[in-house]
Nanobody, 124 residues
Framework: VQLQASGGGLVQAGGSLRLSCAAS????????IGWFRQAPGKEREFVAA????????YYADFVKGRFTISRDNAKNTVYLQMNSLKPEDTAVYYC??????????????????WGQGTLVTVSS
């Protein structure tokens, strides 16, 4: 599966952005898409994930109530709606496909086929 992330940009604190992750190729090779982020000098961290079927979603504690992950199966696209953005949300955001057989939905090691990343900058 190939993933293309888009939608990043510069926004003021309190603002909103919607990221998109378009999947192509062997989309059936994964049952979930996750969003991760990496700030300068920090490790990549989990943000949110969603399964391609059903209603299961997963969120990091620091985004609960602010970010919403959703999907459009017809378009093979996963979205991350980010509201009430904070300067500490500044990072490169990546989407990735969960590896089949993985037991977890929130760990970097359980995801692959990483997209190229999209930069989100939140100014104070």
């Amino acid at each position: 599966v190939q993933l293309q992330a888009s939608g990043g940009g510069l926004v003021q604190a309190g603002g909103s952005l919607r990221l998109s992750c378009a999947a192509s190729g062997r989309t059936f090779s994964s049952n979930a898409i996750g969003w991760f982020r990496q700030a300068p000098g920090k490790e990549r961290e989990f943000v949110a994930a969603i399964r391609w079927s059903g209603s299961n979603t997963y969120y990091a504690d620091f985004v609960k109530g602010r970010f919403t992950i959703s999907r459009d199966n017809a378009k093979n696209t996963v979205y991350l709606q980010m509201n009430s953005l904070k300067p500490e949300d500044t990072a490169v955001y990546y989407c990735a496909a969960r590896k089949l057989g993985s037991g977890r939905y929130t760990e970097v090691a359980d995801f692959g086929s990483w997209g190229q990343g999209t930069l989100v900058t939140v100014s104070s």
